[in-house]
């Protein structure tokens, strides 16, 4: 009898799984909801390069897309990494269980240099060197940075003419010389001040050919490959420029493997707040993107060809990063945009985490579009005024048209809740207690690391993106060491009672046991218990002798500027996009369906929907809040006190609901798409408030002004996962003409001829010209 051949079982495969399972623990103990979108745009089979961005993360954002990709297709992402990050004790180790592929960086090993340098004044190519040894420090193809006083300008050498004298291949700043200016006004700076010139380190050639290889190597055998282009990680609210390395990689693999077809999947990371714990965050996953063969095959050529074909298709990778992140220019205008958006939606609506970002890109590109509209520029003062005004309150957006005058029955619910919180400390106390050493050393030495961060770069505004990281690290090296620490006083009271043999050995393992449930009751319970405690200061506001004056203002303040929000973007929509009434993303007073099911850590509304991250045990509290203290006629269907006048689904004005601005567990906005009602078939349900007959209002006359029909937000609709209608195609900007048009072309056009069919014409033909036809 033959002998069985043994399986063979890859190793590599197992630690992968096995790292999977780990980080979805420590992701899903430290996030408190993570939200994927677009998820069916991953290929399943074939080589796929996932551009993700923007690096505001760290070592979390790798694990977010590995854990999504995993969760939908089981494919495992191998990420490009620093090799220097890859010598770190433990990063290193589950980077390298995870099949990260190094990448040598030269400013990683950047020395010291021999003197110092300043610039030719006739030639910014030429370094001039005072005290240097350029002859035995350097040689073509290295690299010199001048130091941060300069924003570590970096050129490549191209000749090293004697020991004071080096050339540089193009001006610091590249081609455009951006950053020569600021060299030589420090240059002038320090000349004043008696000083010869600038520092400067020594960057060696990092020769990255073995890494492309093993990248080629990988997409042929259909392979996943992840690398975030911006080259570093960073706190800014826009997109760093794209480093040509994915652009390399995805073409080289195509031209030397005609027969691997690569796809490149553009992947936008969103935070609330990434550097908290329990924070929430939307992994917005975009149609994958072709390599063109065009593109292919200029890169065959070399040279000049070669290079274009690489800018150029960094340049679509750019325009499809584009499409699945929200890209502010500065913080200021990120936070106008989201207040905005809560004006914008009405008191009884939550929008899922996917659809705060949907909303905050197509608000964000209005915006951009036409901010030097006086009407804008009106509005934005508005916006940031009443902005001001609740900061000074200390209230929330949302809190404000719940606000209602203050009566024994406001005293009452204050009293209650005061007594719930009391309650959710109490069972939150003893694993707060037990954890708290982890949570001040995360919380100190995460912010050591931070200004270490900032220090060393350039692109850090304060150094938020290490702390989620930082804080994750080190607890996980604190805790076995503080959980050994409290089993070992455990023995030793055992001991010192005199326990039985049996007690004094299992004494340490109850403790091990018993800390894991401990720890996670503390941690739903301690959610409950902030939940409550921020749904505290609309009551305490109101019972203030004086602010019901002030309270009133400020509903009125904001009804107002939710109706000129309404209005500005009916009015300048049509102007940015013609198919904007189609396509418009409007309100919904209904809670759609969930499919999820009820359970200990899941919390059924009073409409029917399941909360994506309620608590089980705290339902039979909001119960009796509802019906306690939401005395009027629609109080048996749900209606809380928090609703104030307002006829509202009841878990509005719950407590654990005043979470965060941004926070929404329900699909309450839809994108209209006509004909997509049909293949769908689900139906979603409407409540009717003062708030939905308004956003009536606006379209109605929305339709008499243009003339057509408007498609209703409250009439029945089929969203998708996210809440959103599913598109079959891009939205369309007004078409404008293509360059390249000859003269004689232009002048021939029938002046008769409507602009917009001209306009159509012609750039049909210039595209026809492209594919070998002629325009004439």
Not at 607 to 617: E, F, K, P, S
Request: with cysteine; glycine share 8%; charged share 25%.
């Amino acid at each position: 009898m033959a002998a069985a051949t043994p399986v063979k079982i890859d190793s590599s495969h197992l630690n992968y799984e096995a790292s999977i399972l780990f980080w979805k623990l420590i992701v899903n103990i430290f996030f408190r909801e993570i939200r994927p979108r677009g998820a069916f745009n991953i290929p399943r089979k074939g080589p796929v390069i996932f551009v993700a961005a923007p690096h505001n993360n760290q070592f979390l954002d790798p694990l977010l897309l590995s854990l999504q990709v995993h969760r939908e297709t089981h494919r495992h992402v191998q990420f490009l990494t620093a090799a220097k990050s890859l010598n770190r004790q433990f990063v290193g180790l589950f980077s390298r269980l995870m099949g990260s592929i190094p990448v040598a960086r030269a400013a990683d090993d950047a020395k010291p240099g021999t003197g110092k340098v300043c610039l030719a004044e006739e030639d910014p190519c030429l370094v001039i060197g005072e005290g240097t040894q350029f002859t035995t420090e350097f040689s073509p193809r290295m690299q010199i940075m001048l130091p941060k006083t300069v924003n570590y300008a970096t050129a490549e050498v191209a000749e090293v003419v004697s020991d004071t004298q080096l050339r540089i291949k193009k001006e610091f700043g590249g081609d455009s010389g951006k950053r020569t200016a600021k060299v030589k006004e420090k240059l002038a700076e320090l000349r004043r001040d008696g000083q010869v010139g600038l520092e400067f380190k020594i960057l060696p050639y990092v020769d990255q050919q073995q890494m492309y290889q093993y990248v080629y190597e990988s997409l042929r055998h259909g392979g996943s490959i992840g690398i975030f282009p911006e080259g570093g990680s960073h706190d800014r609210t826009d997109l760093l420029p794209l480093k040509a390395g994915v652009s390399i990689m995805a073409l080289g693999a195509m031209a030397n493997d005609p027969e691997c077809h690569v796809k490149i999947v553009p992947v936008g990371f969103s935070y609330f707040h990434p550097h908290r714990f329990r924070s929430r965050a939307v992994i917005e996953f975009g149609s994958a993107l072709d390599v063109p063969t065009e593109f292919v095959e200029m890169y065959k050529q070399g040279g000049v060809q070669k290079r274009e074909a690489v800018s150029k298709f960094l340049d679509l990778i750019y325009d499809g990063l584009k499409t699945v992140t929200v890209r502010a220019p500065d913080y200021d205008t990120l936070m106008l945009i989201q207040a905005a958006r809560r004006l914008y939606k009405t008191p009884a609506q939550h929008l899922t985490l996917g659809q705060v970002v949907e909303l905050n890109r197509r608000l964000l590109e209005g915006y951009t579009h036409f901010k030097d509209e006086h009407r804008i520029q009106k509005l934005r003062q508005d916006v940031l005024k009443y902005n001001r005004l609740l900061r000074d309150l200390g209230l929330r957006d949302h809190q404000v048209p719940r606000a209602q005058k203050a009566n024994w029955k406001t005293l009452g619910l204050l009293t209650y809740r005061v007594g719930l919180l009391i309650v959710w400390t109490i069972f939150a106390l003893p694993g707060t207690i037990l954890n708290g050493p982890i949570f001040i050393l995360a919380s100190i030495l995460s912010r050591q690391k931070a200004k270490e961060a900032l220090a060393a770069s350039t692109v850090k505004l304060k150094g938020r993106d290490v702390l989620a990281t930082w804080k994750v690290l080190i607890s996980l090296g604190v805790a076995p060491v503080l959980y050994l620490l409290y089993a070992f006083l455990a023995t030793l009271i055992a001991i010192r009672a005199n326990a039985t043999t049996k007690w004094k050995i299992m004494t340490p393992l109850i403790v091990f046991m018993a800390l894991p449930f401990m720890n996670i009751a503390a941690l739903k319970f301690g959610e409950a218990g902030m939940d409550v405690l921020k749904s505290l200061r609309p009551l305490v506001v109101a019972l203030v002798p004086g602010q019901q004056r002030t309270l009133d203002k400020l509903r009125a303040m904001r009804e107002q500027l939710s109706n000129e929000v309404a209005d500005v973007i009916n009015d300048f929509g049509p102007k940015l996009y013609e198919d904007f009434n189609q396509w418009r993303m409007l309100p919904s007073a209904s809670a759609p369906p969930s499919s999820g099911t009820p359970g200990l850590w899941r919390r059924k509304s009073s409409t029917g929907a399941v909360d994506a991250q309620g608590l089980g045990l705290i339902h039979p509290m909001t119960w009796i809040d509802e019906r306690l203290f939401g005395w009027s006629r629609s109080a048996h269907r749900g209606t809380s006190a928090w609703a104030g006048s307002f006829e509202e689904p009841s878990h509005t004005g719950t407590p654990e609901d005043s979470d965060e601005e941004d926070a929404g567990d329900y699909d309450h906005v839809i994108g209209l798409v006509p004909g997509h009602d049909d293949h769908l078939g689900s139906k979603t349900r409407s409540r009717n408030n003062s708030y939905a007959n308004l956003q009536r209002l606006r379209l109605s006359s929305l339709a008499q002004t243009t003339g057509t029909d408007v498609p209703s937000a409250f009439s029945p609709s089929s969203p998708d996962d996210d809440g959103l209608q599913i598109r079959t195609g891009h939205r369309a900007r007004r078409e404008s003409l293509s360059d390249g048009v000859p003269v004689q072309r232009l002048a021939a056009v029938d002046r008769r001829e409507p602009f917009p069919d001209a306009t159509g014409d012609l750039n049909e033909e210039i595209r026809q010209g492209k594919t070998g036809q002629s325009i004439i």
